[in-house]
């Protein structure tokens, strides 16, 4: 059987290979994303290596002179996606959208380059993308936390990766509609509506871009501008991960200045982690950096910090949680607690189980010796492939494919997960 789910993986990821770059899923996501690419590259190395540096290099040809990595790349034009780049407008000549997304690529090069069987290779690639990730990072650390906090904002759902996560219900309280231009989605002509972000949440989509685009993608305005601003748990461990990747990566290949740097950014940030830790809910959670407060909501953001090395009670306290989550739910792990009144199945990031997640959670848990929950992680993975397919995600209880289908990273998550057992 293993070799069958192998081999069906591996057909998506040709089918979707557009050449340089893959698409998550033909129809609903016809470009190149900035996480999807770095996480898809580690299931391409599984069986083409040289295919897998190229799809993080292509994404980096695309980086912004300021250091931002944009979260779509528009190499071709195809109008089934909405919002498209007029309505980014961020004047580049192939066009972006202007915002980021998860930073994963610093773990995602190191993963490539500690595996390679071409290690001569290997060793110029990462060569030539770690001068671009660490200024990516140094993005970060001056756009979106000036006042040196140590953690990152995000600044438009959309960064998070987690669209419509409860995380941003009460932020986008502050978010008005007021002169938003009208415009006709094409996500719900692809995937079933009831899966996907409401009308009223895409509306405040929307306004935060046109604000965004006002300010002509200003980076060094969009963080005093925004009444948006959370530091997402989850996101932050991504970077944390991302950058002490990243400095060991350095030592490796001898930038001593590059290491000394990145190692310090997650020392920092490591530390400031922990005013994200919430006794009550026994996770961290979001800092609401507008509102000044914590946000109360048990998503899987804050589960998502096992990815970063964070102290060793607090790593067996996520594995408490999520064992706790898994008497709940068939298949580990929800993107919301289902005994949370907001809590759906089937909607996005409001309850479904997403692949790439579970690897980021599976990985982090078994790094800190949490070995029981990530064996269940992986198990349920494996589980929802062969009773659901390769969707988008998935109903936790249910196991219903929810989403696109024949999904990029998916596929590529579970070539991780066939050659970890
Ligand atoms: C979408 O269009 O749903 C994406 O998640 C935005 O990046």
């Known amino acids: 059987m ?14 979707n290979d557009r050449g340089s770059y893959t698409v998550p899923t033909a129809g609903l996501y016809p470009f190149q994303w900035n996480w999807d690419s770095c996480l898809t590259a580690l299931g391409q190395a599984h069986f083409d290596e040289a295919r897998a540096w190229t799809e993080i290099e292509t994404l980096f040809a695309h980086q912004w002179d300021d250091g931002m990595v944009p979260h779509i ?33 610093g773990f995602a090069v190191r993963r490539l380059f500690d595996r390679a069987k071409d290690k001569a290779s290997a060793r110029t690639r990462a060569a030539a993308l770690l001068p ?27 960064e998070s990766g987690r669209d419509n996560s409860v995380d941003w219900d009460a932020a986008f309280q502050r978010v008005p509609t007021e002169g938003v231009e009208p415009f006709t989605r094409r996500d719900t002509q692809h995937a079933n509506p009831e899966h996907r972000p409401t009308q009223a949440q895409y509306e405040r989509y929307i306004w935060l871009v046109q604000l965004f685009r006002g300010l002509g993608w200003d980076n060094e305005k969009l963080h005093a501008a925004s009444p948006f601003k959370i530091v997402d748990p989850g996101f932050n461990a991504i970077l944390l991960r991302s950058s ?20 310090a950014q997650a020392a920092r940030g490591l530390d400031a982690m922990e005013g994200l830790w919430n006794d009550r809910l026994g996770q961290y959670v979001c800092f609401d950096r507008a509102a000044g407060t914590q946000v109360e909501s048990p998503s899987v953001g804050g589960l998502l910090a096992a990815f970063a090395t964070i102290p060793a009670p607090r790593a067996a306290a996520l594995g408490r949680r999520i064992a706790a989550l898994g008497e709940r739910a068939t298949y ?14 089937k909607r996005y990031w409001r309850g479904p189980v997403w692949l ?66």
């Open 2 to 15: 293993a070799d069958t789910l192998f081999d069906l993986a591996v057909g998506i990821l040709k089918e």
């Open 332 to 345: 580990l792990v929800p993107s919301h607690d289902p005994d949370a009144p907001e809590y759906d199945g």
């Open 356 to 421: 790439i997640v579970n690897y980021m959670i599976a990985d982090g848990l078994r790094r800190a010796g949490e070995t029981a929950a990530a064996d269940r992680i992986v198990a349920d993975s494996l589980r929802l492939i062969h009773e659901g397919g390769f969707a988008e995600y998935y109903d936790p209880v249910s196991g219903e494919p929810c989403g696109g289908g024949r999904f990029t990273w998916t596929a590529a998550m579970v070539l991780e997960f066939l050659a970890q057992g």
């Open 132 to 158: 671009k990730i660490a200024k990516w990072h140094d993005w970060f650390y001056r756009c979106r936390d000036p006042e040196g906090s140590g953690l990152v904002a995000i600044l438009h759902p959309w």
């Open 244 to 263: 002490a990747d990243l400095a060991d990566l350095a030592e490796a290949l001898g930038e001593a200045e590059t290491a000394r740097a990145a190692r």
């Open 73 to 105: 790349v528009f190499h071709q034009l195809d109008d089934g996606y909405f919002p498209g780049p007029d309505v980014w407008a961020t004047g580049r000549k192939v066009p972006t959208s202007g915002i980021t997304q998860p930073p994963v690529a």
